[in-house]
């Protein structure tokens, strides 16, 4: 059988200009259109022309250089500079310019809530595109790894057991010194021994700061590296990172909002992130889905009251198991006696209130002398007891709701719409991390995956040429 080979000594010559070095239909052409069609005074990217001092790299190009190299998973300063040497492509981009890692890094972190916005600015271009409804929005999250260790994650326990070590140890090297003290005066040992004290004293200083800051900000815990970063607990166990939300438009799957919060859950999450993307789309939406994880019911009356409708299930609903025969949902509640009646007839008045719910349960010992004492309750005293939140009525009508056939439609569509992004973004990305530290850092850097993600559905969508004419490029 017969081998091609390769010869590196074979004579070749590039194309006479950068512009002929890719084809009209590359990808990278589309990326570029992209950035010519935002406005940089609305990002907020100073460019000015004639402006006097030492020449600048044109703003336009370092953004191009950074939104283009995140969407293939080339994200730190110093590959990009690889990549405007070597990679045809990039070359292109930029046309021949070859900034620096330390140029390139200057640029992302002076530019932080710039580069934030470019999100926003994708989303509304989608808009204009006729690509984004905004009627239907799903909401998102999933755990990110912070540019910082575990190790650094600092609670009160921790500093208090680390101070008692500390102090241990200090005490020992004291003792240490006093027997040494009149036996080796100015030999090594005794040198060596005061460098630990040294040492030791330092460190029960910062750890005492540490301390003082949790307890004078009252943090549950903060980070050494990253003091925006919390502890998150994800499938790949705990470790130091943030919580990445998105919201994706229902129409074509397009991220609409992006954001990164410091919270270890979902909670609370849904009413600024419906809010935020609202403002992008510069309407309201009409219908807001989300998982579980979401379900605290004060964010969703708020997003409610607000004239958009709600798709989020119950943490009951969520599991999906069948309801047991002495469940709470097995009760029935009335309004005008304020008290439930049981399965077996017996009604169970309001008692009082615990930790802002109200407690029902019966009179005497109605429990005990019930046939199903025992697999209904075991509680002897007061008998089976039934607690109800001041917004329960909101509570079961959301829970109604969401059994209807049009919200089970929207929900099963839920996980092919927004858990798409997340899967394309740690992947295909290689985002499953951020490379700057704090919060401004991470949403800019989650805004350029964001964009990545976007750019990669609307060539699928228009293909490159569809997407440059419709660009104007």
């Not at 036996?183 to 029960?204: D, F, I, M």
């Not at 800051?213 to 925006?228: F, I, Q, V, W, Y």
């Not at 199903?372 to 909101?394: D, L, P, Y």
């Not at 805004?447 to 660009?471: E, H």
Request: hydrophobic share 35%; net charge neutral.
């Amino acid at each position: 059988m017969a081998y091609r080979y390769g010869d590196r000594t074979q004579m070749e010559l590039f194309p006479a200009c950068v512009e002929d070095y890719v084809p009209m239909d590359a990808p990278v052409r589309a990326y570029d259109a992209f950035v010519e069609a935002l406005d940089m005074g609305t990002l907020g990217i100073e460019w000015d022309p004639y402006k006097v001092g030492c020449p600048q790299y044109d703003p336009r190009v370092m953004l191009k250089l950074l939104v283009y190299g995140y969407s293939y998973g080339i994200r730190s300063s110093r590959k990009l500079e690889r990549e405007t040497h070597y990679n045809l492509s990039f070359i292109w981009l930029v046309g021949g310019l070859k900034p620096d890692h330390k140029t390139i890094a200057e640029f992302r972190r002076c530019n932080k809530e710039a580069l934030k916005k470019v999100i926003r600015e994708c989303a509304r271009l989608c808009l204009r595109l006729g690509l984004m409804e905004g009627n239907t929005l799903f909401v998102d999250g999933s755990k990110w790894r912070g540019n910082a260790g575990i190790a650094n994650s600092w609670t009160e326990p921790k500093c208090e057991r680390a101070l008692g070590r500390i102090d241990r140890c200090i005490e020992e090297i004291l003792l240490e010194c006093e027997s040494v003290d009149k036996q080796e005066e100015g030999e090594c040992s005794l040198v060596r021994l005061r460098e630990a004290l040294s040492n030791q004293e330092g460190l029960k200083q910062k750890v005492e700061g540490i301390l003082e800051e949790l307890r004078r900000e009252e943090k549950a815990s903060t980070n050494t590296t990253d003091p925006d970063c919390s502890r998150i607990h994800g499938r790949q166990g705990s470790h130091a990172g943030y919580n990445g939300q998105i919201v994706v438009d229902e129409q074509e799957g397009l991220i609409v909002q992006s954001d990164v919060v410091n919270a270890n859950n979902d909670l609370g999450q849904l009413g600024n992130q419906v809010e935020e993307a609202n403002e992008t789309l510069g309407k309201r939406c009409e219908t807001v889905c989300a998982d579980a994880g979401y379900a605290e019911y004060e964010d969703l009356e708020r997003v409610e009251s607000a004239g958009i409708g709600v798709v989020v299930p119950s943490a009951k609903q969520a599991e999906r198991g069948d309801p047991k025969g002495f469940e709470k949902s097995a009760f029935t509640y009335d309004e005008e006696r304020d008290a439930y009646r049981c399965p077996m007839g017996h009604w169970l008045p309001f008692r009082s209130y615990v930790r802002g719910r109200k407690v029902y349960y019966p009179t005497g010992t109605v429990c005990r002398g019930c046939c199903h004492f025992g697999v209904c309750t075991t509680a002897g005293k007061n008998g089976r007891q039934i607690s109800r939140f001041e917004n329960e009525a909101f509570r079961e009508r959301l829970a109604r709701e969401y059994e209807t056939a049009e919200a089970q439609a929207i929900y099963r569509k839920r996980k092919e719409k927004v858990e798409l992004p997340f899967g394309h973004l740690k992947r295909n990305m290689h985002g499953g991390y951020f490379l700057l530290r704090g919060l401004a850092g991470v949403r800019a850097e989650f805004s350029l995956l964001a964009t990545g993600f976007n750019m990669a559905r609307l060539i699928t969508i228009l293909g490159v040429g569809g997407l440059m004419a419709r660009l104007g490029g």
